[in-house]
């Protein structure tokens, strides 16, 4: 009556999947520094538990990794470093133009200074659009900083998109407070 | 056949009971009432799937307790049997009081007046060397005829991998679609200002960490072979795109280029990935070696082009720009060149998601303020809503193109939902502590 996919039928159905990719260790282009930390490598290291072994599921096993912060060093800044901005607008208005100037002026005056400019959003809508949108007007300060003379090498534009909030809340007064971009040394 | 709500929830939630609907309206008021009560439960370790919604036509199964898995740590016959009625296709009927396993001739007229059209019984033994032999067999009770069987030697640890195995196997035998409840899932959680990327199996169930971050971490992607994911780390103060070999933990970097670096898209071969970068200024589509290199501009426009994903057939990249004035989705070679736009309703359309056999395009649009899930029939265009939620997000189709899981909001909650693509039965996956976004839904594992 035992009429099952034994032995060779349960063999080529639970192995089968373990052969994986061998990947390349070189690292690709980064021009902005390591991000990996060592924390990384060694929690992989001390993965492989689940994997392998005959009559295991294949595919079962996952190494976890834990990224931890590293240490900001205090920097020297000046003055107020938020521009904020209306909905869906990534004009600076005339009112910060000031805190535009006053940026400008400290980072021509040491050219070894560098600032990253994080553009962010509102809770509203998509994580990648708002990544996007984010991002123009990171740009946006950028621009205005070029035009007064900084040079680009001094300042990246990035952005977090609305997964950084500056307050929490969806009324309005809290969406406006989190539609910015923050001038941040390094 | 007879329409039975499936308000069964597996791991028992004493405080739902079957209720029967006829609206669509009152199925999704009653899932929001579901949910509420949901939030007044203990928080559980893991997620729980939460099924309710009526089927039109749906297989009526037992699913009979395994022999011997009351001394086994995972209950195997509530699992498979949970995992068939998720797909909206099932309706599990009652099989308490009778013993059997995968030897056992079925009494056929005592389980059709039962009602029941097919029948699963097996059994689960303890091995010497510690793991557990899981066998069954599938009976098609309306013709008397055995269906087959399979058996699995598995660790304790993949006990629930070889019920999902079983569910497999029978929804294909009996649908003749793949199923799809062994493949996993991968979803973020934020809880506190701690980020953690999960891999779950399907039913949202056996959740481990693959990331842990003070940082955030978007857009989860799996490797078309289910061994890799790409995603977006805020880990060094800015977007960077990880891949990540999940087995080992081993990661490289594969975008980190001066500015944001996003959205990562494989292509069906695998070999390459499409991403958003703003090295160049603005945020653009660019092709990428999966090993890494020098990425070749895939998009020129002074707007918005960003959340690229390739067609099933790697020729075509869809993806959302707001050249036209609004987010909008459109399409082009993959090899670059000229777009066509595809909606044209609504001021925002984003996060497209391909179904594998490359006919439906599932998207988030805006409507009266609300960011509802749709999906579109890339044929004629024909657009339906099919969720009643307002804040939807990231959906990804089931590798058999029948479900779709995505992410939302109830009760002020982030959470994940799945939804058959006529948004008839919906499950939460839910208890996961914290808030739960970015699900993307795995390949198939290979047999």
């Not at chain 2, 329409?3 to 669509?24: A, C, D, E």
């Not at chain 2, 009979?64 to 016959?77: I, N, V, Y």
């Not at chain 2, 594969?254 to 500015?259: E, I, P, V, Y």
């Not at chain 2, 020129?300 to 909008?328: H, K, L």
Request: overall charge positive; charged content about 20%; hydrophobic content about 40%.
């Amino acid at each position: 009556m035992n009429r099952f996919l034994l032995a060779l039928g349960c063999a080529a159905l639970l192995v089968g999947c373990g052969s994986s990719v061998k990947l390349d260790e070189v690292a690709v282009e980064d021009k902005s520094g390591a991000a990996v930390g060592a924390q990384g490598a060694g929690a992989a290291g001390a993965s492989s538990g689940a994997a392998g072994g005959a009559g295991t599921l294949a595919n079962s096993g996952v190494a976890p990794v834990d990224v931890t912060k590293s240490g900001s060093n205090a920097v020297m800044q000046e003055g107020p470093r938020i521009v904020y901005f209306d909905y869906d607008s990534f004009v600076i208005k005339p009112e910060f133009q000031g805190l535009i100037e006053t940026q400008a002026r400290f980072l021509k005056a040491d050219q070894k200074r560098r600032a990253a400019i994080e553009g962010h959003t509102d809770e509203t809508g998509g994580r990648e659009y708002n990544l996007a949108l984010g991002q123009k007007r990171s740009e946006a300060v950028r621009r205005a900083l070029g035009l007064l003379g900084v040079p680009d090498g001094q300042v990246e534009a990035v952005s977090y998109g609305k997964e950084k909030p500056a307050v929490q809340g969806t009324d309005e007064a809290a969406l406006a407070k989190n539609r910015r971009a923050e001038i941040l040394y390094r | 056949m007879r329409s039975r709500p499936l308000t069964q929830i597996h791991k028992s939630n004493k405080y739902m009971t079957p209720t029967s609907f006829r609206h669509l309206a009152s199925l999704m008021r009653w899932i929001v009432a579901c949910s509420a009560l949901a939030l007044v439960l203990p928080v559980a370790a893991q997620l729980r799937v939460e099924v309710s919604g009526v089927g039109l036509t749906q297989l009526p199964i037992t699913i009979a307790a395994f022999r011997g898995q009351e001394l086994a740590p995972q209950k195997l016959s509530l699992i498979v049997q949970a995992d068939l009625e998720r797909s909206g296709q099932f309706r599990g009927v009652d099989g308490t009081g009778v013993a059997m396993d995968e030897l056992s001739r079925p009494d056929l007229t005592a389980w059709r007046q039962r009602g029941a059209d097919s029948l699963v019984a097996g059994s689960v033994t303890r091995l010497a060397d510690g793991r557990f032999d899981v066998r069954f067999r599938l009976w098609d009770l309306t013709r008397g005829q055995d269906l087959g069987g399979q058996s699995y030697a598995v660790t304790q640890a993949d006990l629930r991998q070889s019920a999902h195995r079983i569910a497999d196997f029978v929804y294909e035998k009996l649908t003749g679609d793949k199923g799809i409840f062994s493949t996993r899932i991968a979803y973020v959680t934020k809880v506190a200002q701690r980020y953690n990327l999960w891999i779950a199996d399907a039913d949202g169930e056996n959740a481990q960490s693959a990331l842990a971050s003070p940082e955030p971490i978007i857009s989860p992607a799996w490797s078309p072979l289910g061994q890799q994911l790409a995603y977006v780390s805020f880990e060094s103060r800015k977007p960077v795109v990880y891949v990540h070999e999940v087995a080992t933990g081993k990661r490289r970097l594969l975008a980190n280029f001066r500015g944001s670096n996003s959205a990562p898209a494989w292509s069906p071969d695998g070999r390459r990935l499409a991403v958003t970068l703003s090295r160049d200024g603005g945020s653009q589509l660019y092709l990428i070696d999966a090993q890494g290199g020098e990425p070749n501009r895939l998009s020129q426009s002074s707007s918005i082009d960003t959340e690229p994903v390739f067609s099933t057939d790697g020729r075509t990249i869809y993806f959302v720009s707001d050249r036209g004035g609004s987010p909008q989705i459109y399409k082009m070679a993959a090899t670059g060149g000229s777009v066509d736009r595809l909606t044209f309703t609504g001021s925002y359309n984003i996060s497209p998601a391909i179904s594998p056999d490359g006919k439906s395009l599932a998207y988030i649009s805006r409507v009266a303020g609300a960011f509802r899930l749709h999906l579109m029939e890339l044929a004629t265009g024909n657009t339906v809503a099919i969720t009643e939620t307002t804040s939807d997000e990231s959906p990804s189709f089931a590798p058999n193109g029948r479900l779709i899981i995505y992410a939302t909001t109830l009760q002020g909650r982030e959470t994940l939902m799945t939804t058959t693509l006529d948004g008839r039965i919906k499950t939460r996956l839910a208890g996961q502590s914290g808030e739960i976004r970015e699900p993307d839904w795995g390949p198939l594992q290979k047999q």
